[in-house]
């Protein structure tokens, strides 16, 4: 598996293709979540250089659906890696370990694996950060303009919900971002409270 080759065509089709109104689901979001997929695996002990390898990947490529189509865009990633990963030495075997990582960061995140609990903690790994405002407004403003809300009252009340049915699922980011996270939350509840 070529992990560096992989990632240089994710990252290229992602620059390349991704709609401009994405401001959430950009090529930052998938650079961060690259990054703290291997802070998380790292922490959480994950040696064989083969799953780090498949995380990784799975990392890089869990938002590339999103050039063909916001609907189902996990299943269209899924159709990318096959259509792309085997030009990079992946098997057969280890495109589907990439894609059932991939698939489990839909929501509502179902991950069956130590490898998908990483990635789905890597993926919301902001809820529980401090730059957790500035970039939950970056999707505010794309779900703005595709339409998913109309105003900020109830982009706050969808996201109190998405808090109240989020959990991280590995140790190393209940530890890390849960007290972060429940201050996020109380800071919302707050905001709430102000609107007429």
Known sequence: MQLDLARKNALSILQESLPSYLTYHCLEHTLDVYRETERIALAENVSSNEDLTIVL???VYHDIGFVVSELNHEQQSCLICMSDLPKFGYSDLEINKVCEIVMATKIPQSPNSKLAEILCDADLDYLGRNDFEVIAETLFEEFKYRKIIVDRESWDNIQVNFFNSHRYFTDTNCKLRNLQK???????IETIKTYG
Do not use: D, G, M
Request: zero cysteines; glycine letters at 0%.
């Open 57 to 59: 990947t799975a990392a």
């Open 182 to 188: 429940e201050i996020n939350l109380q800071k919302i």
